[in-house]
């Protein structure tokens, strides 16, 4: 009985870490994607200005 307790409380403890895991690599990957769209935005308005001159 109380190994399944225990079986129990590990796989809440897993699934808790594996949860928390995935939003920290799905919050990654979102402001990497944004960092980027960014950049490229800047990029694109730094060429069309010199481009413009």
Same mark, same amino acid.
Not at 19 to 31: D, K, N, R
Not at 44 to 53: A, F, M, T
């Given at each position: 009985?109380?190994?399944?307790?225990?079986?129990?409380?590990?796989?809440? *403890?897993?699934? *808790?870490?594996?949860?928390? !895991? !995935?939003?920290?690599? !799905?919050?990654?990957?979102?402001? *990497?994607?944004?960092?980027?769209?960014? $950049? #490229?935005?800047?990029?694109?308005? $730094?060429?069309? #200005?010199?481009? *413009?001159?």
């Amino acid at each position: 009985m109380k190994s399944e307790k225990s079986n129990n409380a590990l796989g809440l *403890i897993i699934a *808790i870490v594996t949860f928390a !895991a !995935a939003v920290s690599a !799905a919050i990654t990957a979102f402001l *990497i994607v944004n960092e980027k769209k960014k $950049r #490229d935005e800047e990029e694109l308005e $730094r060429y069309l #200005d010199c481009s *413009i001159q």
